[in-house]
């Protein structure tokens, strides 16, 4: 069980330049995650931790780096992180980390996930942070301890986060850049789950696209950790707990982005597996509004993208935004100089894939 350690001052420092080093350079984004973690334990001792990829629009769930004690506990986890209201990643600030104990005054019972949970394995205080910016929420991460967080630990985890959300939503967009390949014939891939997240009938491609979503080592079953999220987010719509669609978009490989949709099937939950969970590619539109604010696109930009897209030439263009035909290319040389291309034909292959 790790307790807080005694960092000394140069620590803190070395640590938080090195993480910066870290997440300077573009790469794998899981990679880039475990690499940080370990970073972060040198300093914030911590038992378990669930760092989460989000859709920026949507704020659910897509891509799940975690160690907990219980891989059969993942459906009660994801369902009552969803279902819980306190300490929910969706209503914490993005400029600092808060900790379990802060924000249930000391009364953990507060907190249902604490409650029916987290409390059977020892965890006495969770360190939370959300990766949000102006131009969506990128992530959060949980860190759980059988002690409590120290005041010195919330003001590291808080200083790290401008750097940490900014390298994940450059990581996202340089997925755009890489040419889509083409997929390999599919049929529909859908799974149906239970209210309590346990899984039920699913279609023969299914399984092939978890792993794809989530790799897992061979013999094992694929863990459908986005599938459970997003059911999750429905469960927490019908319990009135948040309101964002029970949807997520992710990069599942070679460029290719998917969305994980649930729906209720019935409305009856007591007759088996009545949510279902669909994955499929990301429309052009859908894929072009991530796009945007992966790259920090400002919503004028974001707007000319949109109209190039569509197939709007310059003067189409100007006349549609209400402006001059030589402010439109001074948008534009803006959008290229944050995408990296330098022509429409590039841009416009980027965003629709």
């Known amino acids: 069980m790790a307790r807080p350690g005694v960092v000394g001052h140069g620590e803190w420092r070395q640590t938080r330049q090195r993480l910066e080093r870290i997440v300077a350079v573009a790469g794998d984004d899981r990679s880039i995650r475990g690499a940080v973690l370990e970073q972060i334990r040198r300093v914030i001792p911590f038992d378990h931790h669930v760092w989460v990829g989000t859709d920026p629009v949507t704020s659910v769930g897509a891509s799940p780096l975690a160690a907990v004690p219980s891989l059969g506990d993942l459906p009660s986890l994801i369902r009552l992180k969803y279902l819980t209201s306190v300490n929910r990643w969706t209503g914490l600030p993005a400029d600092r980390a808060v900790t379990l104990v802060e924000a249930t005054g000391g009364d953990l019972g507060r907190s249902r996930l604490w409650l029916e949970l987290l409390g059977g394995y020892g965890v006495r205080d969770v360190a939370s942070a959300v990766f949000g910016d102006r131009h969506g929420c990128w992530g959060f991460l949980d860190l759980w301890r059988g002690g409590p967080f120290s005041a010195a630990e919330v003001d590291f985890l808080t200083g790290i986060l401008p750097a940490l959300t900014r390298s994940l939503r450059l990581n996202a967009a340089a997925t755009f850049t890489v040419p889509v390949a083409a997929a390999a014939p599919d049929g529909p891939a859908v799974l149906l789950l239970t209210d309590t997240l346990e899984s039920g009938a699913r279609t023969p491609r299914t399984d092939a696209q978890l792993r794809a979503l989530l790799p897992t080592p061979a013999g094992r079953a694929p ?9 999750a987010q429905l469960l927490a719509v019908e319990a009135g707990i948040d309101s964002h669609e029970p949807s997520a978009r992710l990069h599942q490989a070679g460029g290719r982005w998917v969305e994980v949709r649930a729906a209720r099937l019935d409305a009856e939950p007591d007759r088996g597996a009545t949510i279902a969970v669909t994955i499929e590619p990301t429309t052009p539109a859908r ?7 992966t790259l920090g696109l400002t919503p004028r930009e974001t707007e000319l993208v949109g109209r190039l897209v569509s197939g ?30 330098n022509s429409r034909r590039q841009l416009i292959a980027n965003a629709t894939g």
């Open 223 to 231: 863990v459908p950790a986005v599938a459970l999220n997003v059911a």
């Open 287 to 293: 894929r072009v509004e991530i796009y945007c604010r």
């Open 312 to 341: 709007a030439d310059t003067r189409e263009t100007a006349r549609a935004l209400g402006i001059g035909e030589q402010t439109v290319n001074d948008h534009l040389r803006a959008v290229f100089a944050k995408s990296g291309v």
